[in-house]
């Protein structure tokens, strides 16, 4: 009797272990196709989000840029009067710094320079990395006595200043003037038998560039045109106090962003530190 028992409940183990195992199996395929579509749900909404928000950024900034494109043609034909008035004698020095390739297009370099002297800037200093601006130097000059005779035959609208000063400056300007400032600082404080680690302060860097020739005037406000937020390797030791502000693509300079950012200039007002 109980042999027939255990006989029995083997076969019904043997018949349940399929049913069980079949079972587990569908269980399993429908839970694998249910993580499948919430998955494939999942990254549906997650790109459906991404859609949206990169939507959203493109409109806000498209909006931005034609809030900009009408306020440069405000400026520019002088309808916002707050900006009709700068106080130009605040920016005594500007430098302007041009990214290389860009530097080789004239024709836009003399229409910068001719928006900011006409604007009432005097003294101007002009710099790119590697050198293209000094090698056009006689070309720029020649070309802003050009607009500067149009003017005053009256072919041309505005005024300008009847003496622009301009300085070019590159790249390689700066490694003379290092390698000369260190030498003389050397020779006055390491070369000398005096015990102690010496102290250099920013007067004696100062003095050396001096010496050597390569102080050069501080800009009052550094523009850059070019598709970087740096002064492109501009001597750091005539920027120390000098407002930097980036202007963008020299191919894509507005004269109302150029009144903007002077007009800024002028308003801001700068503590220097003892």
Not at 31 to 38: E, H, P
Not at 152 to 172: M, N, Y
Not at 213 to 236: I, K, N
Not at 248 to 265: A, E, N, R, V, Y
Request: glycine letters at 6%.
């Amino acid at each position: 009797m109980l042999l027939t028992a255990f006989f029995l409940s083997v076969k019904l183990f043997r018949i349940s272990v399929p049913l069980f195992t079949n079972l587990s199996m569908d269980l399993g395929n429908e839970v694998q196709k249910i993580l499948s579509w919430t998955s494939v749900c999942g990254n549906l909404g997650l790109h459906l989000i991404w859609l949206i928000l990169h939507l959203i950024i493109n409109v806000w900034y498209s909006v931005l840029g034609i809030a900009r494109k009408v306020e440069n043609t405000l400026i520019s034909s002088g309808l916002l009067k707050s900006y009709n008035a700068i106080n130009i004698s605040k920016v005594r020095y500007l430098a302007v710094v041009i990214e290389s390739e860009e530097a080789r297009q004239t024709s836009k370099v003399l229409e910068l320079l001719h928006w900011l002297a006409s604007i009432g800037i005097k003294s101007i200093c002009l710099y790119d990395r590697e050198g293209v601006l000094k090698k056009s130097q006689e070309a720029i000059i020649e070309g802003l006595n050009k607009s500067q005779e149009s003017i005053i035959d009256g072919s041309d609208h505005g005024t300008l200043p009847e003496h622009v000063d301009l300085e070019f400056v590159s790249f390689a300007d700066s490694k003379p003037a290092v390698a000369k400032a260190a030498n003389l600082l050397f020779v006055k404080h390491y070369a000398s038998t005096k015990p102690g680690k010496p102290n250099i302060t920013e007067s004696d860097m100062s003095e050396a560039l001096q010496a050597a020739g390569y102080e050069g005037r501080e800009p009052d406000l550094l523009l850059v045109y070019g598709p970087v937020r740096c002064h492109m390797g501009f001597p750091a030791w005539r920027i120390r106090y000098t407002e930097i502000e980036h202007m963008g693509p020299l191919k894509s300079m507005k004269f109302g962003s150029l009144i903007k950012t002077i007009h800024k200039f002028t308003k801001v007002h700068q503590n220097y530190g003892q």
